[in-house]
């Protein structure tokens, strides 16, 4: 299991776990990325937000927010 953020592009994802306080959690979960959600992580450049693309829905995620968001491979 690691966080979202070390992850390589054009790869495929299961979302495990949120660290972080409930504000964070509930912002995320709204976007869609629930416990469970398979997404698929389109661009992760250094110093730039993640692109992911998740229930039909193309998402950017902050880096430190990514780093918070924990995943186990699909």
């Not at 992850?7 to 995320?28: L, M, P, T, V």
């Not at 469970?36 to 389109?42: A, N, S």
């Not at 430190?64 to 968001?69: D, F, G, L, P, S």
Request: aromatic share 8%.
């Amino acid at each position: 299991m690691g966080s979202l953020d070390c992850q390589n592009e054009n790869s495929y994802c299961r979302i495990s776990h949120f660290r972080g306080s409930a504000r964070f959690i509930g912002r995320i979960t709204a976007m869609g990325l629930t416990i469970g959600t398979v997404v698929e992580i389109v661009q992760n450049r250094k110093y730039y937000p993640l692109l992911l693309f998740a229930r039909d829905t193309m998402l950017a995620v902050s880096r430190k927010e990514a780093r918070n968001i924990l995943v186990e491979e699909a």
